[in-house]
């Protein structure tokens, strides 16, 4: 299995979406970036390629999504090798080959033990996601939580402002919020 799409905001996105905003939310929508608005947050071009959308994101977002991955999955790398390396849930190894494909991900085992995890919350039904805590080397904690995008966007109060270029936060807008929900429900 192999990820075959995705989105990342509500501005960057790739691969075989059917994302086509429907004939009453034509209206433009602010993306989340300064003074820039799009016709539909998911409208814009499906069709590049995950090397292409991979290329477009910024070194420190390339690297959170990594890490998102890594740390927060229970896959691990079979013996085989090949496109098939990963031994785990579907989901999962597809997300890991996406890592290792495109975002620059090396041998998983040593990734994740690179990494110093506090804590890991495990996959809870009643919310609906998992988490694993690491603390950075700045001395910072970061969580990576993986769960359902509907449940989750409803607890989001930031969103990186740009992905293409550094990782900045800023607050989520009405707007913003509206355009993830289109892309989640299309």
């Known amino acids: 299995m192999t990820v075959v799409a995705g989105s990342l905001g509500t501005a960057l ?3 075989d979406h059917k994302l086509k905003a429907s004939s009453h939310d034509s209206a433009p929508i602010h993306d989340g970036t300064k003074g820039k608005n799009s016709e539909s ?3 814009g071009s499906n069709n590049v390629s ?3 959308f991979a290329a477009t994101i910024g070194k420190d977002v390339k690297e959170l999504l990594e890490q998102s991955i890594i740390q927060n999955t229970t896959a691990f790398e079979g013996d085989a090798g090949g496109p098939d390396a990963f031994i785990g849930s579907r989901t999962e190894t597809a997300l ?3 890592a290792r494909d495109h975002l620059g991900m090396r041998n998983l085992a040593e990734e994740r033990s690179n990494a110093n ?3 890991v919350v ?3 039904s009643a919310v609906k996601c998992s988490a694993a805590v690491a603390k950075l080397s700045d001395g910072r904690y970061r969580m990576y939580v993986k769960g359902a995008s509907e449940i ?3 607890k989001c109060d930031n969103i990186v402002t740009d992905a293409s270029k550094e990782l900045i936060a800023g607050p989520m807008t ?3 919020h509206q355009a993830l929900e289109h892309v989640i429900t299309a």
Do not use: T
């Open 117 to 119: 995890i506090v804590q």
């Open 50 to 52: 995950a090397s292409e």
């Open 122 to 124: 495990p996959f809870d």
């Open 41 to 43: 947050p998911v409208e």
């Open 152 to 154: 989750l966007l409803g």
């Open 96 to 98: 890991l080959g996406f």
């Open 174 to 176: 009405g707007d913003n």
């Open 13 to 15: 996105r790739f691969g």
